[in-house]
């Protein structure tokens, strides 16, 4: 037990160091790799750090795993990169293929147990292809129902507070539908600033970092294979790869190839400012002849199903309002973080074990069908 924990760090700078570490047993077999720090935001030591190497004979292709792009979801992330780095790393030929590493892509919400950055920012609906094109109020559903997106007061009793939240819901499922206002929490919004799934006013910092990544390895290399770490969606203690419909290829042609139980397509229609959709739509206007695999990894935790995403919908918006509004009772305030904690880095050991044994499946499949890693 106490080895598989010691994947799961117990806060942002643990998690750092951990990272940092694996530097010197990368720069064995890539001998030029270079670990980048690089401050984000209004604190000075809330870093990404960044290790990359070109491959040391002809950049053929490259391996790049990002992680912590939804803050507290970033420690699952940096356990895939140690997981790697221990198990895999081995198996990838240096002298043909590239690494890059980033941990932390949202340091000051991972560091705080938060999803979203200091400015309330949704990283994955931050990274717009083009700004301009996108109307600020292109949430229509999300407006018209934004009493249930914003906060609205401290929490005095949280069970008053739950069943008047479930009362507003089934108002807004009777009046709008269940596909309303599932858009409306994936879409994200570009006007309300204190509410949930937020895409910010301009970039952030993050989001020109990461785009010009994104360029330099389309730029470098002939082949590049991308896998974002995330936690929540899909079936609880199963990993469930998210692919943009950027990507041609259809869900059971997907399915086939990596031989992944659970894969979902989403359409930039439906989802604003994802990074893997804007790594794309790059790919696609800019580099025609470079091939991209890029998706997300999810790690379930609550479940699928209306019920689990109610549950989860519920969580953000206490969340939320805990965070701009507070709490009068501190067992309010408890209960609120625990479940957010559940949601998106569950304590219980069973989990972990799932993430390492999930991520495994995940890597072996993807990145042996993409010709990453060699089999033993």
């Not at 785009?211 to 199963?238: C, F």
């Amino acid at each position: 037990m106490n080895g598989r924990l010691n994947y799961f760090p117990t806060d942002y700078e643990q998690s750092r160091n951990t990272f940092r570490k694996h530097f010197q047993k990368i720069k064995e077999r890539w001998p030029d790799a270079e670990l980048t720090t690089t401050s984000i935001g209004k604190e000075e030591d809330n870093t990404i750090d960044m290790i990359a190497a070109d491959a040391k004979e002809t950049n053929q292709q490259v391996l790049f795993f990002t992680s912590g792009e939804h803050g507290i979801e970033g420690y699952a992330g940096a356990a895939m990169i140690h997981l790697f780095t221990e198990e895999y790393l081995d198996r990838v030929d240096p002298n043909t293929t590239g690494i890059c590493f980033i941990h932390a892509l949202n340091p000051w919400g991972m560091r705080n147990f938060r999803r979203v950055t200091e400015n309330n920012v949704d990283l994955n609906r931050n990274y717009l292809y083009n700004r301009s094109s996108v109307p600020e109020d292109v949430n229509e559903y999300y407006e018209r129902e934004s009493e249930l997106f914003l906060p609205h007061g401290k929490i005095k009793d949280l069970s008053k507070e739950k069943m008047k939240l479930q009362a507003q819901l089934v108002k807004a499922l009777a009046e709008e539908g269940y596909s309303a206002i599932k858009e409306a929490k994936g879409m994200g919004q570009f006007q309300f600033e204190r509410g949930v799934y937020y895409g910010g006013e301009k970039e952030e910092e993050t989001a020109v970092f990461l785009k010009k990544i994104q360029n330099k390895l389309l730029s470098d290399y002939s082949r590049v294979i991308h896998m974002d770490w995330h936690t929540a969606l899909g079936p609880s203690n199963e990993i469930t790869m998210v692919v943009s419909s950027e990507d041609k290829r259809e869900e059971e042609e997907l399915k086939t190839k990596f031989d992944l139980r659970n894969i979902q397509k989403f359409t930039p229609e439906k989802v604003k400012g994802d990074s893997t959709n804007h790594f794309h739509k790059l790919k696609n206007e800019q580099y025609p002849s470079t091939y991209l695999f890029s998706a997300l990894f999810e790690f379930g935790t609550f479940g699928t199903g209306k019920k689990a995403e109610l549950r989860e919908f519920m969580t953000i918006v206490l969340e939320n309002r805990l965070y701009w509004e507070g709490a009068e009772k501190q067992e309010d305030r408890e209960w609120i973080l625990s479940e957010f904690r559940e949601m998106f880095y569950p304590l219980n050991d069973d989990w972990k074990k799932s993430v390492l044994a999930e991520g495994r499946l995940g890597m072996e499949a993807v990145l042996g069908e993409e010709g990453i890693i060699t089999s033993i």
